[in-house]
């Protein structure tokens, strides 16, 4: 399960910890759930004219993309959000202000941040309707490939690149791609770095390091560097799982990525299985410090 995590955001009297306990008690606690979070901090900065909220907005992005948190920003009627501040009261907020950090919410979320994969804005008043959203959203953006979740994102984001986005993902042995490996434009790539990988693998067990000393599932020393797009890879055998982490140093989301994805998930089941490690489970992370759209 890739999405793990759910911030709740939303003026005061808008139901977060009334969808709070309703999603825990659907779900027996299976989810992170937090209760504002940066979003929140950056709507009140806005609002006080406080200095730092371009520190808090950029904040938020570092949460979206680690594409493992939902943010549900929740938007009832001004109405509904004053009749609730009526019947229950509140120590900060009056009803002009109330609807000031609703007007704030509303434009962030629905100019800002709302065409992004992993926001949901739920504008319904329904409990049982809202928590539903939340959940199939959540279960459908686990079924979405990593790369197609990073290339939404950049996307919709309205800029040209964004720096440092990871995802991760359970390699299923079942559902690999191979015709990825005769893609035209990396095919003679793909093949040199599998075959450095495999290299490294051979002299590392056999002990052609420069400790002339074999090495063991455990070892940290299986790693593939380079200076082009896929500039890191590496793989550590712990608690019977192989954990291969990829770093790319500049990735074109329309054109290449998902072929880089989907060759990564490939050469990790390769080299599980050059460790005689074939019925282990392999968790891939893929960190991009460049995602772009333009070249």
Avoid at 1 to 6: H, L, W
Avoid at 64 to 89: F, M, N, S
Avoid at 189 to 200: D, L, P, Q, R
């Amino acid at each position: 399960m890739r999405f793990q995590n759910i911030n709740l955001e939303g003026p005061d009297c808008s139901g977060k910890t009334t969808l709070f306990r309703k999603i825990h008690e659907i779900t027996n606690f299976r989810f992170n759930i937090q209760d504002r979070s940066c979003l929140s901090m950056y709507v009140y900065s806005k609002l006080y004219n406080r200095p730092d909220s371009e520190i808090w907005f950029d904040k938020i992005y570092d949460d979206l993309k680690r594409l493992d948190t939902l943010y549900v920003v929740l938007l009832p009627k001004a109405e509904t959000i004053l009749e609730r501040l009526k019947t229950r009261g509140d120590d900060f907020q009056d009803e002009s202000s109330i609807l000031e950090v609703r007007n704030q919410f509303y434009t962030v979320s629905k100019f800002g941040l709302g065409q992004l994969p992993n926001v949901l804005v739920l504008e319904e008043e329904d409990l049982n309707i809202n928590a539903t959203k939340v959940l199939d959203c959540i279960a459908s953006l686990n079924q979405i490939p990593g790369s197609e979740l990073i290339k939404s994102l950049v996307f919709n984001s309205g800029q040209n690149e964004l720096v440092n986005i990871q995802c991760k993902e359970k390699v299923n042995r079942n559902n690999l791609d191979y015709s990825v490996l005769d893609f035209p434009k990396e095919k003679e790539y793909y093949k040199k770095i599998t075959e450095a990988c495999v290299s490294k693998i051979f002299k590392e067990f056999t002990g052609l390091n420069e400790y002339k000393m074999p090495q063991k599932h455990d070892s940290r020393r299986f790693i593939y560097t380079d200076d082009s797009c896929i500039s890191f890879i590496h793989f550590l055998y712990r608690k019977n799982k192989l954990d291969v982490c990829a770093t790319l140093r500049s990735s074109n989301v329309s054109n290449t990525l998902w072929a880089d994805w989907e060759f990564l998930k490939i050469l990790s089941a390769k080299i599980a299985d050059e460790m005689n490690l074939k019925d282990t489970t392999i968790n891939l992370t893929v960190n991009i410090r460049s995602a772009h759209i333009v070249a």
